[in-house]
């Protein structure tokens, strides 16, 4: 898993960071002192969670945490008592009141791995490639590209080939895939950033036909 810290206190990014080293199960990717670097940082990399203290300057974190795409996850940690019924709004996995112990930092890390293993278990495919069988998590898929009779599933680490055209590919993935080109599905978890002619997606920029333009505008407009 990768994480970051935001938080405009210095000593709350140091504490934070001894405990991601002892927790030992999480890679710190990077540190910020307010939200709109954290915002940048973010719309050109994907992190699994955020460390989010809400009292900050130019952006709060509320108010960041409502601009982040799914699957990125939130944990608050905060001075304030007052934000935590707001914070199940924007479906926090945990709020975390400073100062905070190694204990209770613990006990919401381990809340943040039970819930993505019951999201990764929930969308499970078998893709059947050549003599093999591949159990495959969806959200491990970042797009599908289509290359003659088979489709290609790219995912962070592995291209798994499938001999299925691009509908049957469809028919079988979650709703947060959709075709973006004759030969491309992405994975909406995994975008970066948009425009009308290109969505960039970890590792590449893939092209909108003008076809499924609106189609994909439409889909994006939608979760703003």
């Known amino acids: 898993m990768k994480a970051i810290i935001v938080d405009d206190e210095p000593k709350a990014i140091e504490l934070l960071s001894n405990y991601i080293q002892l927790w030992g199960k999480i890679e710190l990717t990077g540190t910020f002192r307010n939200g709109l670097k954290a915002l940048e940082y973010l719309r050109q990399n994907q992190v699994d969670v955020i460390l989010l203290d809400i009292n900050m300057p130019h952006l709060s974190g509320m108010e960041l945490a409502k601009l982040l795409p799914p699957p ?108 973006i080109h004759k030969s491309y599905i992405i994975n909406l978890h995994r975008v970066i950033y948009w425009t009308k002619d290109e969505i960039k997606i970890p590792d590449t920029t893939l092209p909108v036909s003008a076809s499924y333009r609106a189609a994909v505008e439409a889909h994006f407009i939608k979760n703003l």
Do not use: C
């Open 72 to 179: 990125t996850r939130v944990i608050f940690t905060t001075a304030y008592s007052e934000f935590a019924v707001e914070s199940y709004r924007v479906e926090a996995v945990d709020y975390l009141l400073k100062p905070i112990t190694l204990d209770r930092f613990i006990a919401a890390m381990n809340k943040l791995g039970n819930q993505m293993q019951t999201h990764e278990a929930s969308e499970i495919l078998w893709i059947k490639s050549g003599t093999r069988t591949y159990q495959v998590s969806a959200e491990a898929i970042v797009y599908l590209e289509k290359d003659g009779n088979y489709m290609v599933y790219h995912t962070g680490h592995e291209k798994i080939l499938a001999r299925e055209s691009i509908a049957e590919a469809l028919d079988r993935l979650p709703d947060h895939f959709i075709q």
